[in-house]
């Protein structure tokens, strides 16, 4: 695993992801439950392959509203983690496997050897949420990819929205995911890496 130590939404940032499998964008490679290969995984290898060629983001997902509210309360939420665990949290920057195929971009690394990932959702859903008491089903890839790809024991992830009681929940490596996770990856970077010999071929 290699660390990259740059900030988060920066040029740099952005280039390092540029035709980069990303744990963030794993449930477009895998199904939810089953992680199969998914529909989607095509659509998204001809993203990374024209990203890689050319040096520039396919979509604009960085912008969404969704993502803009998380980065909004994302230091709101870093400060109650550090308030109440007496746990300071710091900028972690860009994590890449040793292949360099595949990457991963946690919110935060924690100085015992663990990441924090924080979500920020509606009202609604973080009460949904919160009277479960688990790791929500739709983070569960992206968080098993950011443990893949940073080969840390735990990430801890937490739920927050302001007014409303915090979820806190450790989430430990799964073997069967990890295996899963790893097999599909290499198949997936495999394929995308003859994509792009056979793009570089066509200039020839």
């Known amino acids: ?84 665990t007496g746990i300071i949290p710091q900028e972690c920057g860009f994590f890449v496997t040793d292949c360099g195929r595949i990457g991963a971009s946690p919110d935060r690394l924690l100085p015992n050897g663990e990441i924090l990932e924080i979500k920020n959702h509606i009202a609604n859903v973080h009460l949904e949420y919160l009277f479960a008491g688990t790791l929500p089903a739709e983070h569960r890839l992206q ?25 806190l929940v450790n989430v430990y490596p799964d073997p069967i995911i990890q295996k899963k996770l790893h097999d599909g990856l290499t198949a997936f970077c495999d ?7 056979k793009l570089l071929a066509m200039y020839d």
């Open 1 to 84: 695993m290699k660390h990259i130590n740059c900030i988060q939404y920066s040029e740099e940032w952005a280039q390092l992801r540029f035709g980069r499998v990303t744990a963030s964008s794993l449930h477009r490679i895998f199904t939810p439950q089953k992680l199969e290969l998914s529909k989607q995984a095509d659509s998204y290898m001809y993203e990374l392959l024209a990203e890689s060629k050319l040096q520039a983001p396919i979509k604009q997902e960085l912008t969404l509203w969704a993502v803009e509210r998380g980065r909004e309360y994302e230091q709101e939420a870093c400060d109650f983690f550090s308030m109440t």
């Open 143 to 167: 968080i098993q990819g950011q443990l893949y790809v940073t080969q840390f024991e735990c990430c801890k992830l937490l739920l927050y929205h302001p007014g409303l009681p915090p979820l």
């Open 191 to 197: 394929r995308l890496d003859a994509m792009k010999q």
